[in-house]
């Protein structure tokens, strides 16, 4: 299995620029998360989908941050405009419908610098 | 779901167990006990999870007390490779997906 892949592992930006991050759940996953991991914060629960829809963007930290999942095999996180307060590293997971076991399945993440 | 209580970090000799406790006094009963590990720049790791009866796969054992209030996950011969942060987790599984929401966890350092 190839596991959950993410893109960018690195991205370094500009304050102002658009951020995109990209994320493949590992096939038959039915549910996939983003997550952001700080040194302060430690690791926040941004948004979740099921069956490509969203259920839960609460922990969405303000209007620059959306996200998608157009189809079962893609989904993306964009920031724009970013801002340095956003450095952080992005993960994504993914977990099949009924795992009852709850085993996450986490990509390597995506490290996002903001200068 | 209830909180959980973990040390900030703890030490091990390699070769030795290394016993990571937590507390989660409000658990609920239908809340189950998870760990989870993250080894630096990694993504977290599933390591194993139950209720109320004591399991054991080919990383650890989760030793969970009659009352449910705490669990200890043993690894029973701390490698390296161990050094990692452990966190414990406690969740409601209905069949669905509640997604897991991560404490500050335990700093493990296993030690040659």
């Known amino acids: 299995d190839a596991g959950v892949i993410q893109s960018p592992r690195h991205e370094v930006t500009e304050m102002g620029q658009e951020v995109t991050l990209r994320c493949k759940p590992i096939?038959?996953?039915?549910?996939l998360f983003w997550y952001r991991q700080t040194m302060m914060r430690g690791l926040e629960l941004l948004i979740y989908?099921?069956?490509?829809?969203?259920?839960?963007d609460s922990g969405m930290p303000e209007d620059r941050f959306s996200a998608k999942m157009p189809n079962a095999s893609f989904s993306t996180l964009k920031i724009q405009p970013s801002e340095p307060r956003d450095s952080a590293v992005y993960f994504c997971?993914?977990?099949?419908?009924?795992?009852?076991?709850?085993?996450?399945?986490f990509g390597e993440g995506s490290r996002l610098t903001v200068l | 779901d209830a909180k959980t209580t973990q040390p900030t970090s703890m030490d091990c000799a390699e070769g030795r167990a290394a016993n990571l406790p937590c507390n989660h006094s409000t658990i609920s009963g239908n809340e189950y006990v998870y760990w989870y590990r993250q080894i630096h720049s990694q993504g977290p790791q599933y390591i194993i999870h139950?209720?109320?009866n004591n399991e054991t796969n080919e990383m650890a054992s989760l030793i969970i007390t009659e009352d449910r209030k705490s669990s200890t996950l043993i690894l029973p011969h701390a490698t390296l490779r161990d050094t990692a942060v452990y966190y414990c987790?406690?969740?409601?599984?209905?069949?669905?997906?509640?997604?897991?929401?991560f404490g500050k966890g335990t700093r493990l350092s296993v030690i040659a």
């Open positions: 989908f099921n069956n490509n829809v969203p259920i839960d």
């Open positions: 139950g209720l109320k």
């Open positions: 997971a993914s977990t099949p419908w009924g795992g009852l076991d709850g085993e996450l399945f």
């Open positions: 096939s038959g996953h039915d549910y």
């Open positions: 987790i406690v969740r409601v599984s209905l069949g669905g997906n509640t997604p897991l929401v």
